[in-house]
């Protein structure tokens, strides 16, 4: 136990904390924002062959992040369990070898589900009355791109292994390299470069295939060649199963995927909603929430970071270091975020113009307006992110879940609809509702933090006078396990 008996920490503590929480939270941040980038690279080569192509890989990647939550769910809960058997030391290559195992088992009869839906992509978009020509093409789209998605979920788990290691650069680089290979091959594929027919939306859902799977192939051989890495062999005796250890990772990640599911509907649910007031709202809608998008992958990447340090900090039933990293997180993410808002509330009208051509006015207009709101809601945005990731790194997931549905469904919505119609606000009013949402989510997970890792709360981190019953959160951040 490293609890400091003396009082307040050191300075000299909280300087050493941010400073690791920093190295490594930007590298994740940054192979977060690749995965932006290989989305906008498809977008930049569909978008030159019109409407058609363009809306049918736009709807398509919407179904598909939906598919990706519950793989998302289980990544991060993994990533959370391994943090804490690192921190613990004893046997932590045996034990992280085995989560890392069942973390894979899980994902093979997943990816039979999610792929069978995926694979009726025209059926699903036809029911909720879509053109039928843009539903076959986005089907042809998902048809493709759903190859990769196994792959993708073998990257993620190797990169919260890494996290946990403090080792974010290999995901980074690979994660860099997979842009340029998809520049290359939507080239190629997408617009019959080299020679090649061009396919469309078919070439463009192979491209991000394959650029998918060459990030798992790639980060999989870096893990294997280096000295250090392989040590852990994480294909050992593959076939083992470890079942309660799987049913912990389905008892953490499925609150985690339900979150992400909650949130990314909130978005898609207002993206309908602004269906109502026209084109030119959906346009506007969609501007303000690429550019949010964009700048929400920072805080999620200090998230992660979170995740790894509190967990190392938990596992070795250090109370003081999980505190001090979990609050140095929400710092350092909503310091980020500060910087973001910022620059939207000082320049909206010329992000806006990056988007929009000067003969939409009113629609830049509109979308100048939703990013000065996108401004305001940043900063909860940003320490919702962070402080998830740092309950995350608690194993705490299920209350985390129950505070986005209460924030975004229960009260952001009905906020924005009231606003948006009756109030008259109109497009303003919606956007005000999802700000008001982010707002509760972001001041309730801050508040569950500070009760879960102060030192006053039942549920509270190990403390020195505790003796042989020290206490280490178990997976529903309320439960424990004597040690």
């Not at 929400?296 to 270091?321: C, E, H, K, N, Y």
């Not at 140095?328 to 320049?347: E, H, K, N, P, Y």
């Not at 981190?461 to 529903?476: A, C």
Request: hydrophobic share 55%; aromatic share 8%; proline share 5%.
């Amino acid at each position: 136990m490293r609890e400091n008996p003396k009082g307040p920490l050191p300075r000299a503590g909280w300087a050493r904390e941010l400073g690791a929480m920093l190295a490594l939270a930007w590298p994740l941040a940054l192979t977060n924002l690749s995965q932006i980038a290989l989305v906008l690279t498809d977008t930049l080569f569909l978008g030159r062959l019109g409407e058609l192509p363009l809306a049918a890989a736009t709807l398509g990647g919407n179904l598909y992040f939906i598919a990706m939550a519950l793989p998302f769910g289980l990544a991060f809960a993994t990533a959370a369990m391994l943090a804490q058997e690192r921190g613990r030391v004893r046997h932590h290559m045996r034990e992280m070898r085995r989560t890392m195992r069942q973390g894979a088992w899980l994902i093979l009869p997943l990816f039979a589900v999610l792929g069978l839906g995926l694979w009726h992509t025209g059926a699903i978009l036809r029911a909720t009355g879509q053109d039928p020509a843009l539903a076959e093409a986005a089907q042809t789209y998902n048809r493709a791109l759903l190859w990769g998605m196994l792959p993708f979920y073998g990257f993620l788990l190797l990169r919260g292994f890494l996290a946990a290691l403090e080792r974010p650069w290999p995901a980074l680089c690979v994660s860099m390299g997979a842009i340029g290979l998809n520049v290359v091959l939507d080239y190629a594929l997408v617009a019959g470069g080299f020679g090649l027919p061009p396919l469309g939306v078919l070439g463009a859902g192979i491209a991000s295939a394959v650029a998918n799977a060459s990030m798992f192939a790639a980060l999989a051989l870096w893990v294997s060649l280096d000295r250090r890495l392989s040590r852990f062999r994480l294909a050992g005796r593959f076939w083992r199963a470890d079942w309660r250890r799987m049913r912990e990772i389905i008892v953490i990640g499925t609150p985690i995927a339900a979150s992400m599911l909650l949130e990314i509907g909130i978005f898609s649910a207002t993206a309908l909603v602004m269906g109502w007031f026209g084109p030119g709202a959906v346009a506007a809608h969609a501007v303000a929430l690429q550019v949010a998008g964009a700048s929400f992958m920072v805080p999620m990447g200090i998230g992660q970071a979170a995740t790894a340090r509190v967990g190392l900090a938990a596992g070795a039933l250090d109370a003081a270091g999980a505190r001090r990293a979990g609050w140095a997180a929400i710092s350092l993410g909503a310091g980020f975020m500060l910087l973001a808002a910022a620059l939207l509330l000082s320049v909206p009208h010329a992000i806006a113009g990056l988007f929009l051509a000067p003969e939409l006015a009113e629609t830049r207009g509109l979308a100048t307006t939703l990013l000065m709101v996108a401004g305001v809601f940043q900063l909860a945005d940003g320490v919702q992110a962070v402080a998830a990731g740092a309950l995350r790194g608690l194993k705490d997931t299920r209350v985390p879940m129950q505070i986005a549905a209460l924030g975004y469904w229960g009260l952001g919505l009905p906020i924005g609809l009231g606003l948006g119609f009756p109030g008259g606000f109109g497009p303003l009013g919606v956007w005000i509702g999802l700000a008001s949402g982010l707002g509760i989510v972001a001041v309730l997970m801050t508040l569950r933090w500070a009760r879960l890792a102060g030192p006053g709360h039942p549920a509270r981190l190990p403390h020195p006078g505790d003796g042989q019953n020290n206490r280490i959160l178990s997976t529903s951040g309320l439960e424990f396990m004597e040690k």
